[in-house]
């Protein structure tokens, strides 16, 4: 018996990793195929149960068949019912003496009741009410045994004990399995955010900006272009009020590129307050339109002070065209076209044709 019950839970166990491999690479594989492949595994995994039968006496068996059931429509919901109906089909092609009280007390309420419950399932603390659900469906399984099976009083007072342990270690210890897995994959995420974003705007930082730069140029427009955006005498902003009001700029600033964001335009902060933007584009001139777009935006945009004064700012920009080469000469010769809007009196673009534009900004520093 204890084997058959090792075997049951040792399945249960390998539908889980399954499962976590499934979600550890959910982002290479599509939502509906993801959905297929929790339905066919957990499906799978029940009917297996069906060949690992625990022996209560010499005619008389049962199996742990719910539990992966219950798992998912506690948890996920009514995918659950696919797999329930796949499952119960499979076992009523089977046949035999059980076949309906299996079906209908081993497998669909309980199913039922966990779904139930799904709406509370994110309530992480409530151990008492998630043991409660397993004994329920403990009950709603074995109770009919009294009734359905020739001295089923007697089987069901004898095994009573030793079922209710078993599917209580089992929920218990794939239910931690699980929790964990999660809590490692919110925290990969974390980090993966933390390499990749820069803190203060949210913006991709230069690794991961250079990162996915990389991968666009290949697929997109014909022509890829590099701006540098400078905040003009951002420092006297600083020196005026505060760091954190210059921290909110860079913010607001942040929150205007990535209005502008798209498939072909990719934005990121590159270092103190000069942010980096790639564009692929059919030709300079409509580069060059975008990029003035978001020099406008930001110059008419007003920071509140603290409600009682408005603040404009200015950016200057410099932008090069990329063709074959490396990205970082791409990146140094528009930084070079950068300083040429510096030198030209900022609040202006500078690009590969020499394209000034100059307006008097509202407020100048
Ligand atoms: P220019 O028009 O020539 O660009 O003048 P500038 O004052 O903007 O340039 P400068 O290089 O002299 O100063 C940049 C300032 O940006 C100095 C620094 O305090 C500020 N800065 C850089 N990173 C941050 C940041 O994360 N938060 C805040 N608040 N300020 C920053
Ligand atoms: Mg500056």
Not at 27 to 47: D, G
Not at 141 to 154: A, H, K, L, R, S
Request: proline share 4%; glycine share 4%.
């Amino acid at each position: 018996m204890f084997q058959s019950i090792l075997s049951n839970i040792a399945i249960i166990l390998l539908m889980h990793l399954t499962m976590t491999f499934i979600s550890d690479n959910h982002k290479k594989i599509p939502l509906f195929f993801r959905k297929v492949i929790t339905v066919s595994l957990v499906s799978c995994c029940t009917i297996i149960l069906f060949y690992l039968p625990i022996h209560l006496n010499e005619n008389f068996f049962v199996d742990m068949r719910f539990i992966p059931l219950i798992f998912l429509a506690y948890l996920q919901g009514w995918i659950a019912i696919p797999a329930l109906l796949i499952a119960s089909a499979w076992r009523f092609f089977m046949g035999g003496a059980g076949t309906v009280p299996g079906i209908v007390f081993g497998m669909a309420l309980p199913t039922i009741i966990a779904l139930a419950f799904h709406p509370r399932s994110h309530l992480k603390k409530h151990y008492i009410e998630k043991i409660s659900i397993v004994l329920l469906c403990w009950i709603v399984c074995d109770f009919p045994i009294i009734f359905i099976v020739p001295n089923g009083w007697e089987i069901f007072k004898n095994t009573a004990l030793f079922r209710v342990t078993s599917f209580i270690v089992t929920a218990v210890i794939l239910y931690i399995f699980i929790m964990q897995d999660r809590q490692r994959r919110f925290l990969n995420s974390q980090l993966e955010k933390m390499a990749d974003e820069d803190p203060l705007t949210k913006l991709l930082n230069k690794r991961k900006f250079y990162e996915v730069v990389e991968e666009k140029r290949h697929t997109l427009k014909p022509k890829h272009y590099i701006a540098m955006l400078d905040i003009d005498h951002f420092k006297k902003v600083n020196d005026t009020y505060g760091h954190l009001f210059g921290d909110k700029i860079l913010v607001e600033v942040a929150n205007i590129l990535k209005k502008y964001e798209s498939d072909q335009l990719v934005t990121g902060r590159f270092g103190g307050e000069e942010f980096i933007i790639y564009l692929g584009e059919t030709n300079i001139n409509s580069a060059t339109n975008l990029l003035e777009n978001i020099r406008l935006d930001i110059k008419h945009t007003s920071f509140p002070y603290k409600e009682i004064e408005s603040v404009s700012i200015t950016i200057s920009t410099g932008v090069s065209e990329f063709k074959d080469d490396n990205i970082l000469e791409a990146v140094y010769s528009a930084d070079q076209n950068l300083y040429k809007a510096k030198r030209s009196g900022r609040d202006c673009l500078v690009g590969p044709v020499q394209r000034y534009i100059n307006e008097p900004s509202r407020r100048n520093f």
